[in-house]
C-alpha cells in the first residue's frame, strides 16, 4: 500500500513564525503536491514537484515556498505565518505518465493532512 | 471563475436510493477527470477517465465522461451510511490541475 505521512495532524502557531510541514512518500513517486483545503473553496494547489530540487507554483503560492532535497520528502514552508493561513493542508504524491518535462496528476494518494491554525 | 464546476453542492438522500453527481469541466489541454471521495480527512481516489462513453464500475460506484458536453457523473447505486462523503472531481490538464469545490453526500439510515 502507498503510505504518504505528514508531519503534524494539529498544528498552532503565531503569526509571523516560520511554519515547516513535512511530507514524505514511501512509494518512490515522482511527483508530489501541496494543497491547502478550505470551506467552500475546495482542494487548491500551491506548490508541485515532479523531480527532486524541481518545483512549480500551484493556483496559490504566495507566501509559502517549497523545498525537495529528498525524492520521498517535499516539505512546505511559510516563511512568516499569517492568519489567512489557516487551513487544512494536504500532501499528496503521484507516478509520472511520462518521463523527463513530461508531467501528469494521474492517480494522486494522499497524506491525512495536517490542520494548521495561526493565531 | 470556477473552472471545475459540481452540482449538487450537498444532498441528503435514504439508505437504498440511487444518487448522481455532476462534474462539468473546462476543456483546455484536458487530459483526465478525477473522482475522489473524501469522508474525514484524506480524499481517497475512486476514478481516472480519459475516454468518452466509456463507464468505469467499482461496487456499486460508476462514473462516465462526455468529452462533447465536457462532463462527467459519478453514480451510486443501492446507498449505504457509509457512503456519506465529499466527493470531488478534478480535471487535469498538461500543467495543471484543478479540483470542484464537492458534492456534500450524507445518507440516512
Known amino acids: 500500500d502507498v503510505k504518504v505521512t505528514q508531519s503534524s495532524r494539529y498544528l498552532v502557531k503565531r503569526t509571523g513564525e516560520k511554519v515547516f510541514l513535512e511530507c514524505v512518500q514511501d512509494?518512490?513517486?515522482?511527483?508530489m503536491f501541496w494543497y491547502r483545503q478550505d470551506p467552500g473553496l475546495g482542494l487548491r494547489l500551491i506548490y508541485f514537484s515532479y523531480d527532486v530540487k524541481m518545483k512549480e507554483k500551484g493556483d496559490i503560492p504566495e507566501g509559502y515556498s517549497v523545498s525537495r532535497e529528498k525524492k520521498e520528502r517535499f516539505s512546505l514552508i511559510l516563511e512568516s505565518a499569517s492568519t489567512n493561513q489557516t487551513s487544512m493542508y494536504l500532501c499528496a504524491s503521484s507516478w509520472p505518465e511520462g518521463t523527463g518535462w513530461v508531467r501528469s496528476y494521474n492517480e494522486q494518494f494522499f497524506g491525512p493532512g495536517t490542520r494548521l491554525t495561526v493565531l | 471563475e470556477d473552472k471545475v464546476v459540481q452540482s449538487p453542492l450537498s444532498l441528503v438522500v435514504h439508505e437504498g436510493d440511487t444518487v448522481t453527481l455532476n462534474c462539468s469541466y473546462e476543456v483546455t489541454n484536458f487530459r483526465s477527470l478525477l473522482w475522489y471521495k473524501q469522508e474525514k480527512k484524506a480524499p481517497t481516489f475512486l476514478f481516472m477517465l480519459?475516454?468518452?462513453?466509456i463507464e468505469k464500475k467499482s461496487g456499486r460506484l460508476s462514473s462516465i465522461l462526455d468529452k462533447k458536453e465536457l462532463f462527467s457523473i459519478l453514480n451510486i447505486t443501492a446507498t449505504q451510511t457509509g457512503d456519506s462523503a465529499v466527493y470531488l472531481c478534478?480535471?487535469?490538464?498538461?500543467?495543471?490541475?484543478?479540483f470542484g469545490t464537492g458534492t456534500r453526500l450524507t445518507v440516512i439510515p
Open positions: 480519459t475516454s468518452s462513453g
Open positions: 512509494m518512490d513517486h515522482e511527483n
Open positions: 478534478a480535471q487535469t490538464g498538461a500543467n495543471n490541475l484543478f
